[in-house]
């Protein structure tokens, strides 16, 4: 197995870098170090390498607009209702990035930094290591919380992101990978991909896409205990806008989506929930993803803290208890 690394740029005096992880089937992986950011998945598909995740057109780009392409995203990646975090009878006021609520941790997250780096080969799996310190007061959050990621590559076509952080002060905390998957290539739509997901629970959205508890997915469109084509379920969800929905996943299950041309990835996660989304947005953005039409890809977002409403003491991180997610994605070419 192979790991490169190469200098692309700089963010506010920082060197950022693009890796590439190469496993001895074909599959190729870039990794940045600006957002602890999953850049690109590429699979042998008789003599080329396809795509398989939604991405920009070069590293630089990442830094010119906020796009959340394969990110690290936090401190949480749910929303705040009314950009005010309720600590018994304090309360503490978020700068708000969309509408009156806060999105992904505020409007420069953790996806949005650059981060240090370093990478381990081996013989049958390589690893590459990202860390930051997330300063208190930055976007709004207190305490001073120090988040690692590590992503591993194997021959089993295997990709093991992990991460884990700690503060030294009681503040939000809720992160995770946001990669979009696009198994029949980024030209496509999640139409025709299938979703599986071991799932008895959807959480309903009210108002401003906020959840409002949990409903049982039996006899609804959010029923995905057997493949279920996309394209048969976006219309009939958000005025037919698409998916942006938490399921409550079963303990050790997984969700699998497989796309028109056979290729498939199934993810397995240490997360309790999971948030589907379909990009249903893509077809307003300008700039840098510009290229990318709405239902161009669909982002799997594993959920340490299940989205519930305003219930933070599931998102409440403390001194000395660490918070940890791991979730794998598994390849199939």
């Known amino acids: ?40 998945v590429r699979v042998p598909a008789g003599n080329r390498l396809v795509d398989v995740i939604l991405h920009l057109a070069q590293p630089s780009d990442y830094s010119e607009a906020r796009n959340l392409l394969g990110g690290t995203v ?17 309360a503490l006021t978020l700068p708000a990035n969309e509408g009156a609520n806060t999105i992904h941790g505020g409007p420069d997250g953790l996806d949005m930094q650059a981060w240090n780096l370093a990478y381990r080969e081996g013989p049958a799996a390589d690893r590459v290591t990202f860390t930051l310190v997330d300063f208190a007061g930055h976007n709004g959050f207190p305490g001073n919380v ?12 295997r990709l093991t992101y992990a991460l884990t952080a700690e503060s030294d002060q009681m503040t939000l905390f809720n992160a995770t990978n946001h990669v979009y ?17 071991a799932s008895d629970y959807y959480g309903p959205l009210a108002a401003n896409h906020l959840p409002s508890g949990w409903a049982a997915v039996a006899g609804t469109p959010f029923d ?22 938490p ?55 594993a959920q340490v803290a299940p989205p519930s409403g305003q219930d933070w003491s599931a998102i409440t991180l403390m001194p000395g208890d660490p918070y940890q997610l791991q979730t794998t994605w598994q390849f199939k070419f």
């Open 224 to 245: 995905f205990r057997q493949p279920r084509r996309l394209g048969e379920v976006m219309p009939q969800v958000l005025g037919g806008a698409g998916l942006d929905h």
């Open 247 to 301: 399921f409550l996943l079963k303990h050790d299950q997984a969700a699998t989506l497989t796309g028109a041309s056979g290729r498939a990835v199934t993810m397995t996660t240490s997360a309790p929930a999971v948030v589907v989304y379909t990009g249903n947005h893509w077809d307003e953005v300008q700039g840098v993803a510009a290229h990318l039409r709405r239902h161009s890809g669909v982002t799997l977002e």
């Open 1 to 40: 197995m192979t790991v490169t690394m190469k200098r692309y740029g700089t963010l506010k005096g920082e060197p950022l870098y693009e890796i590439t992880l190469v496993n001895h089937q074909g599959m190729t992986v870039d990794l940045l170090n600006y957002g602890a950011t999953l850049e690109r």
């Open 146 to 157: 120090k988040t690692t990621v590590s992503y591993l590559l194997d021959d089993h076509n």
């Open 181 to 197: 998957f696009a198994l029949d290539g980024p030209d496509s739509t999640v139409a025709q991909t299938t979703l599986q997901l």
């Open 74 to 90: 936090g401190r949480i990646i749910a929303r705040v209702p009314g950009h005010t975090w309720h600590r018994g009878e304090a």
